[in-house]
């Protein structure tokens, strides 16, 4: 039995889910179900009568959060265990669409286009524009992944290919969402985020202290966080090199 066998069957018997987290701490059960999820957008006001298209709905991390902020959301999962939970979770609800596959005919099935598209994990430049692309005129993108030169990205034995700041924002102004442009900052990624700056409200030395520990990839101890990051902060780098963005833009009417 796989992972995402043990979380369909989870979601099937257990009401309370951070009660089971307190005593269950694995990866898979904290990054599906757990409610720090949910800091990186809790804060945002969305419109109440908005429609969401949720591209990479994975297991409904977030999806809960935008059933209950705006009237109709479309969560697109192409991966069917994962769709399988997010059924479980949430498919009684009449104002969710669960969508398996179709991502390309969705502008024939809501030629309107969506309030609001969210692409949160590591998105494709041609993902980001295709997302774009479901926009309504005056439409929002909102766009949730690492940086590739984040500060927790230096102790870790991984090779992955991440945005820099500089690209992820070239690649959301370059696919048409270039109004109203802004770029948040959420400590210390935005998997679990406990905080989130802005360029309007960075982070002032002795603000982040906690060295948070990787469930995933072995991380070294090989210098020190805390000071580098306050360095960073302090010769006015700290968005380049913050762990992870989170970007909102709005499509030109």
């Known amino acids: ?48 009568d908005a429609t969401l298209l949720e591209i990479g709905a994975e297991c409904g991390a977030l999806t809960g959060l935008f059933l209950e902020r705006v009237s109709k959301v479309v969560s697109y999962e192409e991966d069917e265990q994962k769709a399988e939970v997010l059924k479980e979770r949430f498919g009684k609800n009449p104002n969710l ?3 398996t596959s179709g991502l390309c005919e969705l502008s024939e099935k809501y030629p309107g ?8 994990g590591s998105p494709s430049f041609d993902l ?14 909102i766009v949730a992944c690492d940086n590739k030169y984040g500060t927790s990205r230096w102790s870790q034995d991984i090779d992955q290919e991440k945005y ?3 690209s992820l924002v070239s690649a959301i102004k370059y696919s048409g969402a270039d109004k109203d ?7 210390p990624n935005y998997i679990l985020p406990m905080e989130i700056y802005s360029e309007q409200r960075l982070p002032k030395a002795g603000d982040i202290r906690d060295v ?3 469930y995933v990839e072995g991380k070294y101890v090989v210098f020190n966080e805390n000071r580098t990051i ?3 902060i302090e010769d006015g780098m700290y968005e380049q090199f913050a762990n992870s963005f989170l970007m909102i833009g709005s499509k030109s009417e």
């Open 128 to 141: 980001i524009k295709k997302a774009i692309g479901f926009l309504k005129p005056g439409g929002t993108i």
């Open 97 to 99: 669409t669960i969508l």
């Open 230 to 232: 306050d360095s960073l």
């Open 212 to 214: 948070y520990p990787n």
């Open 164 to 166: 820099s700041r500089s």
């Open 181 to 187: 442009f802004r770029v948040y900052y959420p400590v």
């Open 1 to 48: 039995m796989d992972h995402y066998d043990n979380l369909l069957n989870l979601v099937k018997t257990e009401n309370d889910f951070e009660e089971f987290l307190t005593e269950n701490s694995e990866w898979e059960y904290i990054y599906n179900l757990s409610n720090i999820r949910r800091n990186l957008l809790d804060w945002y006001e969305f419109h109440k």
């Open 113 to 120: 286009g969506f309030d609001y598209v969210t692409v949160i």
